[in-house]
């Protein structure tokens, strides 16, 4: 096990601890609190893993970084190899990440070159023909990517976007930050995606685009969702960064619409530390996207020189970035196929359950990759809660098992349903001149669902059949535990 020492005056405690994990190949916890403040000593522990996947707890020896700051009260979300501090148990986690083997000598050509090499335009080429598509836009996440493509769209200010209910805040970030204004669209019961009923719902004089996510990676039924769109003249694009190299009728996710946004973020199913990127078989979208995302809307002007032509973003990947994303392209194929294998076996294992139900997957979605597996119960049959009941979950040897209501963004938003009723920016004139309304009660089957679902995001290309048996068995133990 290797050591490091990190400090920076004022700095972040969770940057601190994130870059100690990834120079030394652990995860940090602390005994007494989630976060470490003013170093880590006593009292504290390593979680490492072997090249099993398995974890083990071990005491700290001398200090492995320093911090300067103390964390707020307010708890803080933890992403990465944080996410599964403390996890000793057996079942595989994605940290420390299956590299590409060709990892270390891209990154040496991006070094050996002095930072003159066009490893981005390597990956983008590569990444775009591996999905059939002419255009691939590489970008700093997934995030930035939709903020790209909201622009590279030209929607404006007032416009409204419809998008999925249940998803992850950056979804939905570019669009705020652009003035525009989400619709969300409710879900199906018992389902996690919406569906072309429940976008039609949603349309108004004012819409002018679907956001689809595809959650988990269960690609929704994105030939209804475009025959809905065609006939009120919308854009459709998709959040494919759960689904990479999930497919919907042989086609792959990200390909089924106007352009798709994709996530390789470290604990991501293609993880690259950090990193995205839009797909595209629309020349002129590809264009545009590049010359708002990667040139800053910047042109040159004649005896005066660059101008800017529009707000525009430096959203560009790095080249080192670009160099582990390569090598990860390289090897994510075979990891999604074998993760559609065994997720559709634990989701056997897991029906199997008197009061479990695993989330349907639908007969168009020829392979699942499931970037988080879960289940939903039946309060009826158990006699505590859904987040008791994962908490019970994790506990007994799943890490990271829990319920997600923050998932549900109507509710996840509360800045967001103050500007409404306050009709400030972009409510507050016309074309934003409508009454919106936000809330776990807008989206009442979306809200129901996340009332009863319990979903660990540490479901990785390393389980075997054997893991999802003892995934499986761990939930039924507690199932009968709690049962009534």
């Not at 986690?93 to 050509?109: K, T």
């Not at 890490?399 to 920016?425: D, F, H, I, N, V």
Request: charged share 20%; with cysteine.
């Amino acid at each position: 096990m290797r050591r490091c020492k990190a400090h920076r005056q004022g700095g972040d405690d969770d940057l601190l601890i994130d870059m100690a994990e990834r120079w030394a190949n652990v995860s940090i916890s602390s005994s007494t609190s989630p976060y470490v403040a003013g170093g880590v000593g006593a009292g504290h522990r390593i979680v490492f893993y072997d090249a099993k996947g398995i974890g083990h707890t071990t005491d700290l020896k001398g200090q492995l970084m320093t911090a300067s700051t103390t964390p707020s009260g307010r708890e803080r979300a933890r992403y990465g190899a944080k996410s599964q501090d403390g996890f000793t148990g057996a079942l595989p986690q994605p940290f420390p990440r299956q590299m590409g083997p060709q990892a270390m000598g891209y990154l040496a050509e991006v070094v050996d070159s002095g930072l003159t090499c066009d490893m981005v335009g390597r990956f983008e080429t590569a990444f775009a023909r591996a999905h059939g598509v002419a255009h691939c836009i590489a970008t700093p996440g997934c995030t930035p990517a939709l903020a790209v493509l909201a622009a590279a769209f030209g929607l404006s200010p007032g416009d409204e976007i419809i998008v999925s209910s249940i998803s992850d805040f950056g979804t939905v970030q570019g669009l705020i930050h652009a003035g525009l204004i989400p619709v969300f669209a409710d879900t199906t019961p018992g389902a996690i995606n919406i569906s072309p009923a429940t976008v039609e719902a949603c349309v108004s004089d004012r819409t002018r685009a679907v956001l689809v996510v595809h959650m988990t990676g269960l690609i929704c039924d994105m030939d209804g969702i475009n025959e809905v769109a065609e006939r009120h003249g919308l854009v459709v694009y998709e959040d494919a960064c759960q689904a990479v190299f999930g497919r919907y009728k042989t086609r792959l996710a990200g390909t089924l619409s106007r352009a798709g946004a994709f996530s390789f973020d470290s604990e991501k199913t293609m993880g690259s530390d950090v990193g995205g990127c839009i797909l595209t078989d629309d020349d002129e979208l590809a264009e545009r996207a590049r010359f708002v995302g990667h040139s800053r809307g910047g042109e040159m002007v004649e005896h005066f020189g660059r101008i800017h032509a529009i707000n525009g973003f430096a959203h560009r990947m790095t080249q080192s970035t670009a160099a582990i994303s390569l090598a990860q392209l390289e090897i994510i194929e075979p990891q999604v196929a074998h993760i559609d294998k065994m997720i559709r076996l634990l989701h056997r294992l897991l029906d199997d359950i008197p009061g479990i139900a695993a989330l349907p997957i639908p007969e168009d979605v020829d392979v699942y990759s499931c970037w988080m597996a879960g289940f939903l119960i039946d309060p009826a049959q158990f006699t505590c809660d859904t987040e008791s009941f994962g908490e019970r979950v994790a506990a007994a040897g799943i890490p990271g098992a829990s319920q997600a209501r923050y998932y549900l963004l109507p509710a996840a938003l509360p800045y967001l349903t103050e500007s409404a009723q306050k009709q400030t920016y972009p409510y507050s004139q016309p074309p934003a001149s409508y009454t919106y309304h936000y809330g776990a009660d807008s989206c009442p089957q979306a809200h129901a669902l996340l009332e009863r679902y319990v979903r660990w995001s540490t479901f990785c290309e390393r389980y075997e059949p054997e893991h999802c048996e003892q995934a499986a068995h761990i939930v039924r133990s507690v199932a009968e535990e709690v049962r009534r």
